[in-house]
């Protein structure tokens, strides 16, 4: 916030490529609109990066990919994730939320991917890929 309000004060206010007509005639709202979109890109950022990289939803269906029509018993879910009595609590909730969702499916047992959680894990193993995360994906 200290360098977005350095350069607020030193440049001028249409980065010389706005029209006039273009330029916020305030500069304390001029100030506060830019901020916000900054915070707004930022917290989108962190958002995507936080799903990619470790959200448990991405997590467990790359996991159910990979064991195919087999699919994947709790404990096996379970490995894919840290030991913690906090990561086995929030994949309790999240596999019936899953479930609810029509991303998976149990089995006797076994958590078994749908054809929408076969489609969301494509996209996200993609995007991993892309990033470069090939471990992964």
């Known amino acids: 916030m200290l360098l977005y309000a350095a350069l ?60 195919g029509r087999a699919g994947l018993t709790i404990d096996e879910v379970l490995r894919e994730f840290e030991t913690s009595d906090r990561a086995n609590q929030l994949l309790r909730r999240r596999l019936p939320k899953l479930i609810q969702g029509g991303y998976l499916r149990e089995e006797r047992g076994r958590y078994v991917l749908l054809p929408r959680g076969r489609a969301a894990g494509r996209v996200v193993a993609r995007v991993k890929r892309a990033i470069g995360d090939l471990e992964r994906a």
Request: charged share 10%.
């Open 8 to 67: 607020f004060a030193v440049l001028p206010p249409n980065l010389d490529i706005l029209p006039r007509g273009g330029v916020e005639p305030s500069p304390t709202v001029d100030f506060w609109n830019g901020l916000l979109i900054l915070v707004l890109v930022f917290h989108g950022i962190w958002a995507f990066t936080y799903t990619v990289w470790t959200g448990p939803t991405v997590r467990v269906l790359l996991a159910a990919s990979r064991a």
